[in-house]
């Protein structure tokens, strides 16, 4: 199993900044893919950033030049550099990780956007 275990959300206003870390233990050899995803009050879950175990990312349309995602010691620790921050950014942040097809997730860390 994979545990994972998100920090670095909180208040801020619209044009600010925030990095996102997730932290991840117990069978990490095995993950593939971490991601971040979101989920907006009243709205389905989204991807927002994913990274690879070979270092390629993909982004959402929404977030292409303003998040960076990143990741140090290849599986352990990952970041969401998130800049240029708008209103609707608001959300819970959720770390995934992909690990032989099973999909773990941390328990979410809430970012707010105020304009």
């Known amino acids: 199993q994979v545990q994972l275990v998100e920090s670095g959300g909180g208040l801020v206003q619209a044009g600010g900044s925030l990095r996102l870390s997730c932290a991840a233990s117990?069978?990490?050899?095995?993950?593939?893919?971490m991601g971040w995803y979101r989920q907006a009050p009243g709205k389905q879950r989204e991807l927002v950033a994913v990274i690879t175990s070979g270092g390629s990312t993909t982004y959402a349309d929404s977030v292409k030049g303003r998040f960076t995602i990143s990741s140090v010691n290849a599986k352990n620790t990952m970041y969401l550099q998130m800049n240029s921050l708008k209103p609707e950014d608001t959300a819970v942040y959720y770390c995934?990780?992909?690990?032989?097809?099973?999909?773990?997730w941390g328990q979410g860390t809430q970012v707010t956007v105020s304009s």
């Open positions: 117990g069978r990490i050899f095995s993950i593939n893919a």
């Open positions: 995934n990780a992909n690990s032989r097809g099973w999909d773990y």
